[in-house]
C-alpha cells in the first residue's frame, strides 16, 4: 500500500523538549558562567553543548535542518541545567530511505548528571534531563578529558548505526499484516508491557483508521509499520522513564513478529574518553 497523497513525509524527524525553563539562543548560552572545577569534577561550558554538535555536523558533511537557529534551548531557572533539540540530514541516508535524524541533549552545571546527547528517528528531552533516542552519545564530567575529541571520534559512528535503524524501520513497512493481525499485535504490545492498558483503544482505532487509509499521520496502512506507529503514538502523554521501558519492549516484539532485529549492539563500542549507548 502506498502512502496516502495527504501523509506528512515520514522522514520528518520528531525533535521534543518539555518541562519547564527558559528558551534561549547559542549566543546567550555564551554569557552563562561555568563553575570552577573541583579535583575529580570539571563542568562542561552549556554553550560548548551546540557549538561542538555543530562543529561534528559540519566536518561530516551534514545539514540542520529548519531556521536559521537549528537549537531548540531550555535552560532551568537556575541556570545550572541546560536540554535542547535539533535535526539534522546525512547526505547519502536520505536515498535509502525517507527518515531524518534528531539530535537531543543535556547538560548540568550542578554535578547531578553529565553531558548526553541521543539521537534517532525520534528523541524527546523534558526538563528533568531525561532522554529518548535510539543512540546514545555519553559524557562524564571529569578531569584530563578533551570533550570535542570524545564527541567527535562518537559522531562517527553515527551514521552506521543510523544507516541500520533506518533499514530496521524501513523494514518494518514491507513486513503487511491483515487487519485482525494488526489489532493482534496491538494486544500482544499490551501483553508484554509495550502498550499501557489504557491507551489499547486510542491505539486500536488509530490503527484501524490507518489500515482503512483514513489517518493522514501513519502511511503503509497494512503493514506492521501502521500497528508499531499507533502503539508509538500513545507515548507522547507518557514519561519518558516509562517510555524507555515500553520502547524496549516494543521493539523486542517487533524483533519477534518480524525475525528482524534492530542489530546495532556492534556499533557499541568503548572508546577513549566516551562511549556509543544503544537504548533498546
Known amino acids: 500500500m502506498k502512502p496516502n497523497k495527504e501523509v506528512k513525509l515520514e522522514k520528518e524527524a520528531s525533535a521534543v523538549v518539555t518541562g519547564h525553563g527558559t ?15 573541583t579535583d575529580s569534577w570539571k563542568p562542561i561550558p552549556h554553550v560548548e553543548v551546540p557549538q ?3 562543529q561534528m555536523v559540519k566536518q561530516n558533511g551534514w545539514s540542520f535542518i529548519g531556521k536559521d537557529d537549528p537549537f531548540q534551548l531550555t535552560l532551568s531557572k537556575d541556570n ?14 536520505e536515498k ?9 541533549f543535556r547538560n548540568s552545571h550542578d554535578k547531578t548528571l553529565a553531558l548526553r546527547i541521543a539521537v534517532g528517528s525520534h528523541v524527546m528531552v523534558c526538563s528533568n534531563l531525561m532522554l529518548t533516542g535510539d543512540i546514545q552519545v555519553r ?50 504490545a499490551v501483553e508484554v508491557k509495550a502498550l ?31 500497528a508499531y506507529q499507533a502503539v508509538t503514538e500513545q507515548y507522547k ?9 515500553l520502547s524496549t519492549n516494543l521493539n523486542r516484539l517487533v524483533e519477534k513478529k518480524t525475525g ?5 549492539k556492534n556499533i557499541e563500542r568503548p572508546i577513549e574518553d566516551g562511549a556509543i549507548i544503544v537504548t533498546q
Open 196 to 226: 499501557a492498558v489504557p491507551d489499547f483503544m486510542p491505539a486500536r482505532e488509530s490503527y484501524l483508521k490507518a489500515y482503512r487509509d483514513e489517518n493522514p499521520a501513519i502511511a503503509y496502512g497494512n503493514t506492521i509499520w501502521a
Open 260 to 264: 528482524m532485529l534492530m542489530d546495532l
Open 52 to 54: 561542538i554538535i555543530t
Open 23 to 37: 528558551h534561549v539562543t547559542v549566543k546567550e548560552l555564551a554569557k552563562i558562567k561555568t563553575p570552577q572545577a
Open 237 to 245: 502523554d507518557r514519561s519518558l522513564r516509562w517510555n524507555q521501558c
Open 96 to 104: 535509502d530511505n525517507d527518515f531524518q535524524l534528531a539530535i537531543g
Open 139 to 188: 559524557r562524564i564530567h571529569t578531569l584530563h578529558i578533551d570533550v570535542e575529541e570524545a564527541v567527535t571520534t562518537a559522531f562517527q559512528a553515527i551514521p552506521d548505526a543510523a544507516k541500520k535503524l533506518f533499514a530496521w524501520m524501513d523494514h518494518m513497512r514491507t513486513v503487511k499484516i491483515s487487519e485482525e493481525s494488526g489489532v493482534a499485535f496491538l494486544a500482544d
Open 80 to 93: 545550572a541545567k541546560l536540554f535542547g533539540v535539533c535535526k539534522v540530514e546525512i547526505p547519502g541516508l
